[in-house]
């Protein structure tokens, strides 16, 4: 009877209404942390960064210019994140210096594509880097951003499609500009002193086209050298081929190295008509002679005493706030703070209408941004399929130094 009694007791068994319930709660917890692990994949996926390399010279002849592109970007990345980032993700930056050396600059590039979450690299200061790492950004599919390197092959590059987009000087359209400031001011035979670069030569084939359409004579040319401290035969060449002024095309070191040689063989009085590349380092401390008592003008892009508008206004603002009060005509290198700038919020425009960080939709979507409102000037448009380049010669225009070695605009331009 007993045993008749167990049995019974085994067939009737049904599990305890406690393990029924503990069961039920465990198969709750586990749906609930897997619906967690989830949410929180997705969620970290929205809100982990996304970058922007800035690959510059911040170590050798140009730290101004790196500088200023640095600020440049700061200021434009701090209104992006200030509205929710891009794609609802912030950006951060990521920087290097490549030294002015175009083999570090190639390493740099290389570094920057291991990123996944890079959508662009800003490069520049100098053209010779920038021609280097050409086949690295274009075999790693990199967005390449120029907002200062000069030379005309950095976008006529050959490549197709061309990852690189600028708004910066392009010598082609300098060199009419530089030729024609010399006529304007009467002037029918120049010297050409050009740095003995990649930049130099793109320079030497636009100032040379410039002056055979305009009329003006090439006297002689003379080339410097990087790091080069004499030029005293060269400017006493310049004087016997009775040149009427100087093109200079050279960095802030090799710069005063010619200015100087002028000042010591008294003819500050001749005209040195400069572009850009003497306002991206030390010029004016370089300098034995006061600036204001040279004959000398520089190629500019952008001035808060030229673009007065409410768009410069408050970049002139945000850059007071974030990095001090300052005299507006004592911001050193300007012109590339206001480029990459303008470069960042047309890729953040680019991001937003792309939906996609990707390469090749960015590209496509740069190339089609339509009517855009930068600090420097509106777009209309930046870019297209067939014009990587946002700025041409009406968009140049001519300064001098002041007493303080501070650039101001030209008048009468």
């Given at each position: 009877m007993e045993g008749k009694t167990n049995q019974l007791m085994l067939y009737n068994y049904k599990p305890y209404p406690q393990l029924k319930d503990f069961m039920r709660l465990r198969f709750t917890f586990w749906l609930l942390t897997l619906m967690t692990l989830s949410f929180h994949s997705n969620g970290s996926e929205a809100s982990s960064p996304l970058y922007i390399g800035i690959d510059a010279d911040f170590s050798a002849v140009a730290v101004d210019g790196g500088v200023a592109i640095k600020r440049g970007v700061e200021l434009a990345v701090d209104e992006i994140n200030k509205k929710g980032g891009l794609l609802g993700r912030p950006v951060n930056i990521i920087l290097k210096d490549h030294?002015?050396?175009?083999?570090?600059?190639?390493?740099?590039?290389?570094?920057?594509?291991?990123?996944?979450?890079?959508?662009?690299?800003?490069?520049?200061?100098?053209?010779?880097?920038?021609?280097?790492?050409?086949?690295?950004?274009?075999?790693?599919?990199?967005?390449?951003?120029?907002?200062?390197?000069?030379?005309?092959?950095?976008?006529?590059?050959?490549?197709?499609?061309?990852?690189?987009?600028?708004?910066?000087?392009?010598?082609?359209?300098?060199?009419?500009?530089?030729?024609?400031?010399?006529?304007?001011?009467?002037?029918?035979?120049?010297?050409?002193?050009?740095?003995?670069?990649?930049?130099?030569?793109?320079?030497?084939?636009?100032?040379?086209l410039a002056a055979a359409d305009m009329g003006i004579t090439i006297t002689t040319i003379r080339w410097i050298n990087w790091q080069q401290k004499k030029f005293e035969e060269d400017i006493s060449a310049i004087k016997s081929d009775k040149a009427e002024a100087i093109i200079l095309i050279a960095n802030a070191p090799e710069g005063a190295v010619v200015v100087n040689e002028l000042a010591a063989q008294n003819l500050t009085a001749l005209p040195v008509i400069s572009h850009w590349g003497i306002a991206s380092g030390n010029f004016i401390e370089r300098l034995n002679v006061e600036p204001d008592l040279l004959n000398l003008s520089v190629l500019q892009t952008f001035h808060f005493d030229y673009q007065k508008h409410a768009k410069a206004q408050q970049l002139l603002e945000a850059y007071h706030s974030?990095?001090?009060?300052?005299?507006?005509?004592?911001?050193?290198?300007?012109?590339?703070?206001?480029?990459?700038?303008?470069?960042?919020?047309?890729?953040?425009?680019a991001v937003t209408k792309a939906g996609s960080t990707t390469v090749d939709a960015l590209r496509n979507s740069l190339e089609d941004l339509g009517s855009f409102e930068g600090v420097i000037k509106t777009y209309d448009p930046a870019f297209t399929p067939t014009q990587h380049d946002a700025l041409m010669a009406k968009d140049y225009f001519m300064a001098s130094f002041d007493k303080k070695g501070n650039l101001v605009v030209l008048e009468n331009q």
């Open positions: 030294r002015g050396n175009p083999a570090r600059g190639i390493h740099n590039i290389k570094q920057f594509a291991t990123n996944s979450d890079l959508i662009a690299v800003i490069g520049g200061v100098h053209t010779p880097v920038a021609l280097a790492e050409l086949e690295s950004i274009h075999q790693l599919n990199l967005l390449y951003l120029v907002p200062w390197a000069a030379g005309t092959q950095v976008i006529d590059n050959q490549y197709a499609p061309n990852n690189v987009f600028r708004v910066s000087v392009r010598d082609a359209e300098a060199g009419k500009v530089l030729i024609q400031h010399a006529a304007s001011r009467g002037i029918e035979r120049v010297a050409l002193v050009l740095e003995r670069t990649g930049w130099g030569r793109s320079n030497e084939a636009s100032l040379t974030k990095y001090g009060l300052v005299d507006p005509l004592a911001i050193h290198a300007v012109t590339g703070i206001a480029h990459a700038y303008d470069l960042v919020n047309m890729l953040a425009l």
